[in-house]
């Protein structure tokens, strides 16, 4: 049994197979929802807030006691890390009690040190550079309504430096998409990010554009997503950036300019008339919805499979085939 942890802190964590693998399982357990228990015990799963959550907070506490654990959720100032205590002392203590951890922060750094010195699975539920499990959730949306990721457009418009926009990036190249990110120049993504994402889209056969042209990033997408233009932290930009982003806003206007059968997503929280209009979210080609319920079975699925990756669980009898199978099916 392997003993070092598999860790989800950033999208590419996942090998194009693997992240097949997650969604396959999110697929059996969104079917089969009460039906695997890797947590039975039951064992512990933290899961840490420093920035607000609704749908993050929710689907990790009933998914995590869906797989038979408890979950504890810690909410912003209530634990002694980062401000009484090291990430590595705490890493230390964590291990000694729960099975995995969650946390929802700031820095990526302290997402990558609590993981360099942890014996059990950390997960990323959001960082200012990424938010790899809303990635999965909408992939696991997509795959729903159109039955595979493979070779589809998926475009981005808004804040293209934000960490929806990183994660899309290359959790969308991960699933061989072609992922259009457009926005306006200074708020374009790092070049390394970029990078990352073409190489991993050259494995897979996707590829990646990155255009402050809304149009040209619209034109025959299969799927169109935007976020909100204030991200948690950057509530003192509020002012300009409502003025920055406004011709990136997914209207009736920009839709129209998306295949006949595109659907759109939002990770949620939106803020209507803004990033996106009315019309558009409430509208027939939205599936927001059906990815908020699967931020749930996605993430069951990413939690029972790192578990299992790591050897931390058994994977049962009736998984072991439809896993192999799946590894066996993609491009690595
Ligand atoms: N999409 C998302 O992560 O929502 P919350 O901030 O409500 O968790
Ligand atoms: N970009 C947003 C995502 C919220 C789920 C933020 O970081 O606030």
Redesign the pocket.
């Given at each position: 049994m392997p003993t070092t942890p598999r860790h989800f802190l950033v999208d590419t964590d996942l090998t194009p197979a693997e992240q097949s693998e997650v969604l396959d399982l999110a697929e059996m357990m969104k079917r089969q929802r009460y039906s695997f228990k890797p947590l039975a015990g039951p064992q512990t799963g933290i899961v840490m807030f420093d920035?607000t959550s609704t749908r993050t907070r929710i689907s990790f506490a009933a998914g995590l006691t869906e797989l038979g654990g408890n979950p504890l959720i810690i909410n912003p100032g209530e634990s002694q890390l980062g401000h009484k205590e090291s990430i590595y002392d705490s890493a230390k203590v964590f291990e000694r009690m729960v099975s995995v951890v969650i946390w929802r922060t700031y820095a990526q750094s302290g997402i990558n040190e609590l993981a360099e010195n942890s014996a059990i699975p950390v997960v990323n539920a959001?960082t200012d550079d990424y938010?790899p499990c809303?990635v999965l959730a909408d992939l696991q949306t997509v795959r729903e309504h159109r039955g595979s990721t493979q070779g589809l457009v998926m475009t981005y418009l808004g804040?293209a430096a934000?960490?929806?926009a990183n994660s899309y990036l290359l959790g969308g190249a991960t699933a061989g998409m072609h992922v259009r990110i457009a926005g306006p120049e200074g708020y374009l993504p790092d070049e390394a990010i970029v990078a990352a994402a073409q190489a991993r889209a050259q494995e897979t056969g996707g590829s990646i554009t990155v255009t402050t042209d809304a149009s040209q990033a619209l034109e025959a997408a299969d799927v169109v997503v935007t976020?909100?233009w204030i991200?948690?932290g950057q509530e003192d930009e509020t002012e300009q950036r409502l003025k920055l982003f406004e011709a990136y806003s997914v209207d009736s206007e920009a839709i129209a300019q998306a295949a006949d059968n595109a659907i759109f997503l939002h990770?949620?929280?939106a803020y209507r008339e803004y990033e996106v209009s009315s019309e558009v979210i409430d509208g027939p080609q939205s599936r927001v919805f059906d990815e908020a319920e699967n931020r749930l079975h996605a993430q069951k699925a990413l939690i029972a499979w790192l578990l299992y990756a790591s050897g931390l669980a058994e994977i049962p009898e009736e998984l072991i085939l439809p896993l192999a199978e799946a590894s066996r099916g993609q491009v690595q």
């Open positions: 920035k959001l938010h809303q804040d934000n960490n929806m976020d909100t991200s948690m990770c949620l929280p």
